[in-house]
């Protein structure tokens, strides 16, 4: 199971850095990817980090902004948001996915969302 967190209310040009954490499996024996979904939007892929933190992956509205990491040591991979906008209002997720970033055959599963709203 997946549990994203570390959502919140946040300023314009404030930061946030969310969590995805796992229970019952290794996070390292995938690739992570975070996905976001605005109100009335399409779900967006937003970044991805290969195991072993062999490559991370950005779209191009956050690159730049956000930071992909993993810490195997505590089982979680997270997303440093900085410069948000209210744009990057959206429930982000994240997804264990295999065996790569770039060639994605399956999803062994995707978490509960976090709610992320920037307003003033």
């Known amino acids: 199971q997946l549990q994203a967190s570390g959502g919140g209310l946040v300023q314009p040009g404030g930061s946030l850095r969310l969590s995805c954490t796992a229970s019952g499996f290794i996070l390292d024996a995938y690739s992570i990817r975070w996905f976001r979904q605005a109100p009335g939007k399409e779900r967006e892929g937003i970044s991805c980090?290969?195991?072993?933190?062999?490559?991370?992956h950005y779209t191009k509205s956050v690159k730049g902004r956000f930071t992909i990491s993993r810490d195997n040591a505590k089982n979680a991979v997270y997303l440093q948001m900085n410069s948000l906008g209210p744009d990057d209002t959206a429930v982000y997720y994240c997804?264990?996915?295999?065996?790569?970033?770039?060639?994605?055959?399956?999803?062994?599963?995707r978490g509960q969302g976090t709610l992320v709203t920037v307003s003033s």
């Open positions: 980090i290969e195991r072993n933190s062999a490559g991370t």
């Open positions: 997804a264990a996915e295999y065996p790569t970033c770039t060639q994605v055959v399956g999803t062994r599963t």
